[in-house]
């Protein structure tokens, strides 16, 4: 089970930090990734990181002003979102999978239920 806690409104600029906490069943043996749906978009991948920590992938859009840790210790994958911008706006989810980080939403197995970051102009 995957829950995302941490989403709201912010004013272009700004920072938001999502939280992620796992069952530890499906946690630390697994790549985590978080992705993002807008309305009339569909799903992407923003990030994602490997099990140990030690490796992380960033989408274009987001380099630079994302960045995704975790505490294995915890069973919580962070997403740190600075100088965000409205294109932000979207549904954000966690998702996790065995093996390396991949940028496909069809590569996941678990999902969260996600929670809405809103980011006004």
């Known amino acids: 089970q995957l829950v995302e806690s941490g989403g709201g409104l912010v004013q272009a600029g700004g920072s938001l930090r999502l939280s992620c906490a796992a069952s530890g069943r499906i946690f630390s043996s697994y790549s985590m990734g978080w992705f993002r749906q807008a309305p009339g978009k569909e799903r992407e991948c923003v990030g994602g990181?490997?099990?140990?920590?030690?490796?992380?992938y960033y989408a274009d859009s987001v380099k630079g002003r994302f960045t995704i840790s975790r505490d294995n210790a915890k069973n919580t994958v962070y997403l740190q979102m600075n100088s965000l911008k409205p294109e932000d706006t979207a549904v954000y989810y966690c998702?996790?999978?065995?093996?390396?980080?991949?940028?496909?939403?069809?590569?996941?197995?678990?999902w969260g239920q996600g929670t809405q970051v809103t980011v006004s102009s």
């Open positions: 998702a996790a999978r065995r093996g390396a980080v991949v940028a496909v939403v069809g590569g996941y197995d678990y």
């Open positions: 990181i490997s099990w140990s920590g030690d490796s992380t």
